[in-house]
């Protein structure tokens, strides 16, 4: 069945230092890759998302990667703020509804804290 | 600027009482959706409409209702809610032709006592 998941739980960095937020994929299928932030008591919010042709896309300050091969996915936050605080989620476009919509599969979310 | 807005933000409900909570949206989207998200965990969907198609997922209970009287509105409706329907319940919207970009409401964090 399909999965996402994230190796770990937590990450803590220092201000100004560079974040990497890591996530296995188990659905070769699956032609979108997002990452979501979600910050607290707030809904996810869309961050940036890549397409399975694609190995790197570039945001304002974020990038993320897709390596097929090992079925990996990950956020590198540039120069991480304290407003980068959150539980960031990888998630997978699962199948298309009919007339329109897409199932997103969340994997389990990693807790990003700033230190100052 | 909220485009996506879910009321209430706190629902206290008894075991057993059913509960209603409710969803708007500014953005004029097809494809409205409901989450389930329990602590610490990944939202996980409940269904959805296109229009006023309902879909379920399939490993939705029973208790789980919904219904969708127009555009704007979405209404999760839970029958008999239990200790383990304790959670936070967001709503979502998506355009057509847009397959990643979901907009969320702020959640309604629902406690059953």
């Known amino acids: 069945g399909e999965s996402v998941g994230l190796h770990l739980p937590t990450l803590s960095v220092q201000e100004g230092d560079n974040s990497i937020i890591n996530c296995a994929y188990s659905n070769s299928a699956s032609d979108y890759f997002i990452w979501y932030k979600q910050e607290s008591g707030k809904g996810p919010q869309f961050i940036i998302d890549?397409?399975?042709?694609?190995d790197k896309r570039q945001g304002q300050r974020v990038t993320v990667l897709l390596n097929k091969t090992v079925k990996h996915l990950s956020l590198q936050i540039a120069a991480t703020q304290p407003g980068d605080s959150a539980v960031y989620f990888c998630?997978?476009?699962?199948?298309?509804?009919?007339?329109?919509?897409?199932?997103?599969?969340f994997g389990t979310g990693t807790q990003l804290k700033v230190e100052l | 600027d909220a485009m996506v807005i879910q009321n209430p933000r706190y629902q206290v409900t008894q075991f057993g009482k059913p509960v209603t909570l409710s969803c708007s949206q500014t953005l004029n989207h097809n494809v409205m959706y409901w989450y389930q998200q329990k602590s610490s965990q990944a939202p996980k969907l409940l269904f959805h409409?296109?229009?006023?198609?309902?879909?379920n997922e399939a490993d939705t209970p029973d208790n789980f209702q919904s219904r969708r009287p127009n555009t704007s509105f979405c209404f999760l409706d839970i029958r008999s809610p239990g200790l383990g329907d304790a959670a936070m319940y967001l709503c979502?919207?998506?355009?057509?032709?847009?397959?990643?970009?979901?907009?969320f409401g702020q959640g309604t964090r629902l406690t059953v006592v």
């Open positions: 890549i397409r399975s042709n694609m």
């Open positions: 409409y296109y229009d006023k198609d309902f879909n």
């Open positions: 979502a919207t998506s355009r057509v032709g847009s397959p990643t970009e979901a907009f």
């Open positions: 998630a997978e476009k699962g199948k298309e509804f009919t007339g329109g919509g897409n199932k997103l599969t």
